[in-house]
């Protein structure tokens, strides 16, 4: 029997919804939208949550890769490293901020940025390291820190996935200069509308991102450096403050949905993206690995399973930055995964019945079972 097996339940993120919404009305009624308390009280609750010393709300999480970028003050053209394999606003922020993106491959395990390589191509012009924890799976930190450090280079975390996960109890995000969140409604941690955060330790950056984020004004009418107009919105701080406390909580069961996918899954030809100990990664997407991907992914939705694909053509393909200079077969594993990755649904309250109902359609493509005729591999070879 089919069942309809969605990635995102909003209803249940809102827990005591009547209390939420007298709350909400009364903001509505009370006219202070901008900048208000409730955008200072998340702020303080995130970097409390995070264990850093000051966040600060913007409109998007590609605001916030953004202004980070624009408030350490580079030259033009001074040079950002980052992978091959993330979302476009990773790439489109270094070049809005007038810098130069250069890319590197990924490693073919864990999916994120592939250090040896990032080392290699870092020469003088390079100022940033860009990493993103992508999936919900934190890059490791230890040795990238050292070498930013030995060479004068800042870096910031694309956190943007991967809101709350820790490398021996620390938060990402938190390890660099600065960490970018974006609080778009399919995250981890999600706005009900567009929002974003920075994340960082220095008070003067604090200072300089607060200004930035409003057309650079310190005090009324007194406008220090041109700036963006990008605050986190404060109906959206609200929702954030709301869901906060339970993120933690949240994001265990997208582990533990993590585990039951892996062991029903375990003995089929696919791959799964390395867990590793020390980490805790918080799946905000759950990826498997097959070279059947576009077939798999016809199957699943032909049984009402809301599987997708995160990302289809990589950061080097895409049209947007055949300026770059970059070529197909540049980086071959971010190609790879581009054609083999495959999300499936997973949200915190994904019942059991819903992963058995999900493994159960992978099982049965692979192992060409009689619903699945049409599209088995087994078909496809012509076995009977
Ligand atoms: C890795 C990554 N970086 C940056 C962003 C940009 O965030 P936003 O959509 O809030 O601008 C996103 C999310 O959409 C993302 O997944």
Redesign the pocket.
């Known amino acids: 029997m089919t069942m309809k097996v969605p990635r995102y339940d909003y209803r249940s993120q809102f827990e005591r919804l009547d209390e939420f919404m007298v709350e909400l009305s009364n903001m509505l009624v009370d006219g202070h939208y901008v900048l208000s308390g409730e955008v200072a009280e998340f702020e303080r609750a995130f970097a409390e949550y995070l264990g850093c010393s000051f966040v600060v709300g913007v409109n998007?999480?590609?605001?916030?890769?953004l202004c980070s970028l624009k408030t350490l003050e580079l030259q033009p053209e001074d040079e950002v490293i980052t992978q091959a394999n993330?979302?476009n606003?990773?790439v489109s922020?270094i070049c809005l901020a007038g810098l130069k993106p250069i890319l590197v491959d990924v490693n073919e395990d864990t999916f994120l940025m592939n250090i040896d390589q990032a080392m290699a191509v870092a020469g003088p012009r390079t100022r940033v390291l860009l990493p993103?924890?992508?999936y919900g799976k934190p890059t490791p930190m230890r040795e990238l820190l050292q070498e930013c450090a030995k060479r004068g280079v800042e870096l910031i975390e694309?956190a943007?996935?991967a809101h709350g996960a820790r490398i021996e109890g620390r938060r990402v995000g938190t390890f660099g200069v600065l960490g970018?969140f974006?609080?778009?409604p399919?995250?981890n941690l999600a706005a009900a509308g567009?929002?974003?955060a920075i994340a960082t330790n220095r008070a003067d950056l604090q200072g300089r991102l607060m200004a930035l984020r409003a057309l650079g004004q310190v005090g009324q009418n007194n406008h220090l450096q041109v700036g963006y107009n990008t605050k986190l919105d404060s109906i959206q701080a609200k929702v954030l403050s709301w869901k906060l406390p339970s993120l933690d909580r949240w994001n265990e069961q997208r582990r533990s949905i993590a585990r039951s996918y892996r062991e029903r899954l375990s003995d089929l030809p696919l791959k799964f993206q390395t867990w590793d100990e020390g980490e805790e990664h918080v799946f905000?997407l759950f990826v498997i690995r097959t070279e059947h991907r576009e077939r798999l992914l016809e199957y699943l939705q032909s049984n009402s399973v809301d599987a997708v694909v995160r990302y289809p053509v990589p950061i080097h393909l895409q049209p947007a930055f055949s300026g770059c200079g970059w070529r197909k077969g540049q980086f071959p594993v971010a190609e790879a995964l581009a054609r083999e990755l495959l999300c499936l649904p997973t949200r915190p309250n994904l019942t059991i019945a819903e992963v058995e109902y999900v493994s159960d359609c992978v099982r049965s493509f692979f192992k060409g079972g009689a619903s699945s005729r049409d599209y088995s591999i087994a078909q496809t070879r012509g076995e009977s």
């Open positions: 998007t999480g590609t605001d916030a890769l993330t979302f606003a990773t922020a993103v924890h992508l694309d943007a996935q970018c974006s609080f778009h399919s995250k567009d929002g974003g905000h």
